[in-house]
């Protein structure tokens, strides 16, 4: 049996398993997921009220709480959890180890706290929460994808991790009509990028180009549960309009609007289920293109979807390549990319993983492994 043990840390309250039998600790749910804005961590400590304060004592905090009395202004709301207080916009933190595997799993900043006579629960979400949660006017001329990506970033107050270069555009307007967020995601959808908060709450942007497995998972080891969803593609024929002659008559016609759009034109496949898109971002030949490969790659790998249930694993992160191995079933075995990665440690439950992942992994039908596919969402 494993050997699990955790340290969180919220302001200035610390608990580490590995040294500390007071541990207040009672659940920790955290997931991360490439695909929603819906990053959390949930800690669940028993706290009960402290011991009641003599006559003396209540008098002075009573004096003390009322508002403008002496120009005190009334104090945030917060909670005491060993003594210290948390309140919102503290960082967290959370570590894990297993045997000797120790990683750093989540870092978030307080969103929202549940109190009540015995436990508390608080809970953290990440930069992809703010960005979420923000809408901006900007406009952009000849940036790449990154340097518009940093800067939205940076005005939002989140953190710049691992963010590919991408595309070049000649001209990009971010409006309020959409979040910050939404307009990252459709950003990274045009490069075949994936858009996600790491462990260390810092965004990254970059594509998934891995044909070997990180983590190897095998059946009646590792795996508890598996599922498998596998979906017809919706669309085998993709055509993407430009909107200016800029890839002829250079950059700076990016304005223009051209007669003919058949030479800035992207088409992929063949068949009668055809998707036309027409984007006012892509403005040049190569941007269709790659719009054009993005759709394409993107329909196939999420064709197929999956949920796994492991023993805890602290090192699975999103963006990884997984492979499921000795599956009874042989379309459930393959490689396949992390979407999503949820840790469930609790004292009557113990320490599981549940992965989301998508790709065409070892289904037969799906032609074959995420390595054959070209320009894919995350791929």
Same mark, same amino acid.
């Given at each position: 049996?494993?050997?699990?043990?955790?340290?969180?840390?919220?302001?200035?309250?610390?608990?580490?398993?590995?040294?500390?039998?007071?541990?207040?600790?009672?659940?920790?749910?955290?997931?991360?997921?490439?695909?929603?804005?819906?990053?959390?961590?949930?800690?669940?400590?028993?706290?009960?009220?402290?011991? @009641?304060?003599?006559? /003396?004592?209540?008098?002075?905090?009573?004096?003390?709480?009322?508002? $403008?009395?002496?120009?005190?202004?009334?104090?945030?709301?917060?909670?005491?959890?060993?003594?210290?207080?948390?309140?919102?916009?503290?960082?967290?933190?959370?570590? %894990?180890?297993?045997?000797?595997?120790?990683?750093?799993?989540?870092?978030?900043?307080?969103?929202?706290?549940?109190?009540?006579?015995?436990?508390?629960?608080?809970? $953290?979400?990440?930069?992809?929460?703010?960005?979420?949660?923000? =809408?901006?006017?900007?406009?952009?001329?000849?940036?790449?994808?990154?340097?518009?990506?940093?800067?939205?970033? $940076?005005?939002?107050?989140?953190?710049?991790?691992?963010?590919?270069?991408?595309?070049?555009?000649?001209?990009?307007?971010? /409006?309020?009509?959409?979040?910050?967020?939404?307009?990252?995601?459709?950003?990274?959808?045009?490069?075949?990028?994936?858009?996600?908060?790491?462990?260390?709450?810092?965004?990254?942007?970059? @594509?998934?180009?891995?044909?070997?497995?990180?983590?190897?998972?095998?059946?009646?080891?590792?795996?508890?549960?598996?599922?498998?969803?596998?979906?017809?593609?919706?669309?085998?024929?993709?055509?993407?309009?430009?909107?200016?002659?800029?890839?002829?008559?250079?950059?700076?016609?990016?304005?223009?609007?051209?007669?003919? %759009?058949?030479?800035?034109?992207?088409?992929? $496949?063949?068949?009668?289920?055809?998707?036309?898109?027409?984007?006012?971002?892509?403005?040049? @030949?190569?941007?269709?293109?790659?719009?054009?490969?993005?759709?394409?790659?993107?329909?196939?790998? =999420?064709?197929?979807?999956? =949920?796994? @249930?492991?023993?805890?694993?602290?090192?699975?992160?999103? *963006?990884?390549?997984?492979?499921?191995?000795?599956?009874?079933?042989?379309?459930?075995?393959?490689?396949?990319?992390?979407?999503?990665? =949820? /840790?469930?440690?609790?004292?009557?439950?113990?320490?599981?993983?549940?992965?989301?992942?998508?790709?065409? *992994?070892?289904?037969?039908?799906?032609?074959?492994?995420?390595?054959?596919?070209?320009?894919?969402?995350?791929l």
């Open positions: 049996m494993a050997a699990v043990t955790y340290k969180l840390t919220i302001n200035k309250w610390s608990v580490d398993s590995a040294n500390d039998p007071r541990t207040e600790f009672i659940m920790l749910d955290t997931q991360r997921s490439s695909e929603s804005s819906a990053d959390y961590c949930r800690i669940t400590v028993y706290a009960p009220q402290p011991p @009641k304060q003599g006559l /003396h004592e209540q008098a002075t905090s009573a004096v003390a709480s009322e508002v $403008g009395l002496g120009g005190a202004p009334a104090q945030a709301f917060s909670v005491q959890v060993r003594g210290n207080p948390i309140k919102h916009g503290d960082q967290m933190t959370v570590e %894990l180890t297993v045997d000797d595997a120790a990683t750093t799993i989540f870092t978030a900043e307080v969103s929202s706290i549940k109190s009540s006579l015995a436990q508390t629960v608080i809970i $953290g979400t990440t930069g992809k929460q703010k960005l979420a949660n923000a =809408r901006l006017n900007q406009t952009y001329a000849n940036q790449n994808l990154d340097q518009i990506t940093k800067d939205l970033a $940076g005005q939002v107050g989140v953190n710049a991790g691992d963010i590919q270069t991408g595309s070049s555009y000649s001209y990009f307007v971010v /409006h309020d009509a959409k979040t910050v967020l939404r307009q990252l995601q459709e950003l990274a959808f045009r490069d075949g990028m994936d858009l996600y908060c790491d462990a260390n709450n810092k965004l990254v942007l970059k @594509k998934f180009q891995k044909t070997s497995a990180d983590h190897t998972f095998h059946y009646r080891i590792h795996v508890l549960d598996l599922q498998l969803w596998n979906y017809e593609v919706a669309s085998d024929h993709f055509k993407v309009y430009g909107e200016s002659p800029s890839s002829k008559q250079g950059s700076d016609t990016w304005h223009w609007f051209a007669k003919d %759009l058949s030479p800035f034109t992207a088409e992929i $496949g063949s068949g009668q289920k055809l998707l036309v898109t027409q984007d006012s971002a892509a403005k040049t @030949k190569d941007a269709a293109d790659s719009l054009a490969n993005a759709k394409s790659a993107a329909l196939k790998d =999420r064709a197929s979807e999956g =949920r796994l @249930k492991i023993l805890g694993n602290p090192l699975v992160n999103l *963006g990884d390549a997984i492979e499921i191995k000795d599956a009874p079933k042989p379309e459930l075995n393959g490689l396949f990319k992390v979407t999503s990665v =949820r /840790h469930v440690l609790s004292k009557w439950q113990g320490y599981l993983t549940f992965v989301g992942f998508s790709g065409q *992994g070892g289904a037969q039908q799906a032609g074959g492994g995420l390595g054959q596919l070209t320009g894919a969402v995350g």
